[in-house]
């Protein structure tokens, strides 16, 4: 089982691409593997027949377990001398690495809970988080793992019994109240069952509603200064760097530039806790091709020059949308920007990505008519304007402190410097 970045210590083997005697070309997909970050393929690192499975599907297995055997084939006769120990290749953690199906964005690694010290892996907590099992609840389930360990037979159990009780309860319920409960299909619609992207992803949107008190505060950005620094700049960097630049670097360095003035919003919530966070971590929202939505993130962006948050920008978009990303690229998120104006939306009312604490929305940049302050009086002229949305954790972030982090991201676009480089 490979590793598959920090805070992922196990993985469900969903599917076997390769049976037992089935012949495996080198780098050929042997088996789907599942956490609750990612889906993945491990290919093989080796050409030769698949001798033997040693986990059924449905199992979860830790990093670094030896999950199959695959027999080398055998071409001459010095390969014939090799020892049977020779032709057996271990497919584990020290092979090549997987290959990314899919990935969405949520919160991983090893968790104490300080009530009782109890370890919980991150397939447990993201199912206990998914299905809204409180802390209390959690700690009094019966692990049977080692040293007393919650494993995932042990919180499914916990949820039947609990689905049971419910179905109890509803069986005592008037006939209207069941009936208001079922889901209708009319003649001709079409039911599709949620892939399991999607799942996750409707799983946490439901979660983070739940979790924080969403309030979400606009402002409108004259980015008159940006659209024609951009303009001019464009054609030159995509000659000398042979990479597009977009709008989107341009946000998310003036979101960074403001949080460090605003270390409210670069924050997470543990409980009665507040964590500040020292690094930005900045994670950008992609729309993927099925119509997904995947997260990857840029990592230390204060700590970028303008051109490396555009580079870093462009690489991980691309490689989002062709599901080339590794784990380590979709975790540890501090912050998140979403672009709404990509699908031409004036704004919109965005959903933080738990922990954290805020989310900043970018709408289309359009041009309209401005009454602007001159020295000789006021004056209508035609100018690139956008509304900046963002939504921020009300338990943490209040009206006014979500207010003055907009202001100043606001202030920084604005005062775009137009002579600056690269």
Do not use: C
Not at 22 to 34: P, R
Not at 97 to 111: D, I, L, Q
């Amino acid at each position: 089982m490979p590793n598959m970045g920090e805070g992922v210590i196990e993985a469900t083997i969903t599917k076997w691409l390769k049976r037992e005697g089935e012949k495996v070309d080198e780098d050929d997909a042997i088996a789907e593997i599942a956490t609750d970050k990612v889906d993945s393929e491990i290919p093989s690192p080796v050409e030769g027949i698949m001798a033997k499975t040693l986990y059924e599907e449905g199992d979860v297995v830790p990093v670094g377990t030896v999950i199959a055997i695959i027999e080398r084939k055998t071409g001459d006769s010095k390969n014939e001398k090799d020892s049977e120990q020779d032709k057996l290749a271990e497919v584990s953690v020290e092979t090549k690495p997987y290959r990314e199906k899919s990935a969405v964005t949520k919160e991983g690694g090893e968790a104490v809970l300080p009530a009782s010290g109890r370890l919980y892996s991150p397939l447990v907590k993201s199912i206990a988080k998914a299905e809204n099992i409180t802390r209390e609840e959690l700690e009094k389930i019966e692990g049977t793992g080692k040293e007393g360990r919650v494993t995932k037979r042990d919180i499914l159990l916990f949820l039947k019994k609990r689905e049971n009780k419910r179905d109890e309860n509803l069986n005592k319920q008037p006939p209207a109240a069941k009936e208001s409960s079922e889901k209708i299909t009319g003649t001709g619609d079409t039911v599709v069952e949620m892939d399991r992207m999607r799942r996750i992803i409707a799983d946490h949107m439901v979660m983070s509603k739940q979790t924080s008190p969403h309030v979400t505060s606009f402002i409108d950005v004259d980015v008159t200064a940006i659209v024609k620094w951009r303009d001019k700049a464009k054609g030159e960097f995509l000659k000398r760097e042979g990479e597009k630049l977009t709008f989107t670097p341009l946000f998310i360095y003036a979101a960074a530039e403001a949080l460090k003035e605003f270390p409210g919003i670069n924050a997470s919530v543990d409980g009665y806790k507040i964590i500040y966070r020292k690094k930005i971590n900045i994670g950008m929202a992609v729309a993927l091709p099925a119509g997904n939505l995947i997260v990857p993130v840029i990592k230390d962006v204060s700590e970028k020059s303008l051109l490396g948050i555009v580079k870093s920008v462009n690489d991980l978009a691309k490689r989002a949308r062709n599901n080339t990303l590794n784990p380590a690229e979709i975790q540890g998120g501090t912050f998140t920007v979403t672009n709404f104006g990509s699908f031409d939306s004036i704004s919109g009312t965005p959903v933080i990505n738990q922990p954290q604490v805020a989310i900043l929305g970018i709408g289309a940049i359009r041009k309209k008519p401005v009454v602007l302050e001159t020295e000789n009086g006021d004056v209508i002229a035609i100018r690139h304007m956008m509304i900046l949305s963002l939504a921020y954790d009300h338990r943490v972030v209040d009206g006014a402190l979500g207010g003055m982090y907009l202001k100043k991201v606001k202030e920084i676009l604005e005062n775009w410097d137009a002579d600056r480089t690269f």
